[in-house]
């Protein structure tokens, strides 16, 4: 303590010579490091006053380390307020975040219907097919089967409130008929995962095709025209790596 007074007013006394208009707290540490006959120095700082002040006390600055993290919702306002009323020496670059296919934790469920089953059998394969290419294996994912599209809303949601899993992907195919049944059913469906999606901590990904006919639902599910079920696969593994970040 005696220590810190003795330095405390030697910055007083400076401050009264005029040597500075104001009493700073910089000023504290250049009187301190000219008291220990430190020459020159790699300084730590965003803080310009303190670099002015090391100067105009004879002190040589070899190296300025910049001391700056990515803003965030809590601090942001603050590091734009030192950077435009205090002049500090901040870039405030924001972070950018992706997604990645291997850097996973955690078990996989697949909710599944059953109907068009001829369909959504080729759906989970090819989903399984692209989590086993990505390191997943069998004991990490569990397949749930529905009887119906309109069924996965509430398994899914029994499943994101069972904490076990680190994401869920919905599979299904709902085709067009001559009656608004079709309709109905996947704008039920769709409004139910993404008011999951929206609440839920985890990720739930939308793999439900729907289809003018059964040629195309097939074709979607890796006869022409890719699989769905290996893209919504993809979709969640990139997800459940970029929740993992936020």
Do not use: C
């Not at 955690?106 to 059953?114: E, L, N, S, Y």
């Not at 059913?185 to 995962?193: K, Y």
Request: proline content about 2%; aromatic content about 8%.
């Amino acid at each position: 303590m005696e220590k810190d007074q003795y330095y405390m007013n030697l910055a007083l006394q400076e401050a009264k010579k005029g040597r500075f208009q104001t009493w700073k707290n910089p000023l504290v540490g250049a009187v301190i490091v000219k008291e220990l006959k430190i020459k020159e120095i790699n300084l730590l700082t965003n803080n310009p006053d303190k670099i002015d002040q090391l100067n105009d006390y004879g002190i040589k600055i070899n190296k300025r380390i910049p001391l700056e993290i990515a803003p965030n919702d809590v601090d942001r306002f603050y590091l734009q307020t030192k950077k435009k009323r205090f002049h500090h020496l901040l870039e405030l670059k924001e972070t950018e975040y992706t997604g990645n296919f291997t850097n996973t934790h955690g078990k996989i469920a697949i909710v599944v219907a059953k109907f068009n089953e001829i369909v959504t059998k080729n759906l989970v394969r090819g989903a399984k097919e692209t989590l086993h290419q990505f390191g997943i294996q069998d004991d990490e994912i569990d397949v749930i089967w529905v009887p119906g599209a309109f069924e996965i809303g509430f398994t899914a949601q029994k499943l994101i409130k069972s904490d076990k899993y680190a994401g869920i992907m919905t599979l299904g195919a709902v085709i067009k008929g001559e009656t608004d049944h079709y309709a109905m059913i996947i704008q039920n469906v769709t409004n139910a995962i993404m008011q999951m999606n929206l609440q839920a901590k985890i990720s739930v990904t939308f793999g439900i095709l729907t289809t003018e006919n059964i040629e195309q639902a097939l074709q979607r599910a890796g006869l022409k025209a890719g699989n769905e079920g290996s893209s919504t696969a993809q979709s969640l593994l990139e997800m459940i790596s970029l929740n993992e970040q936020l």
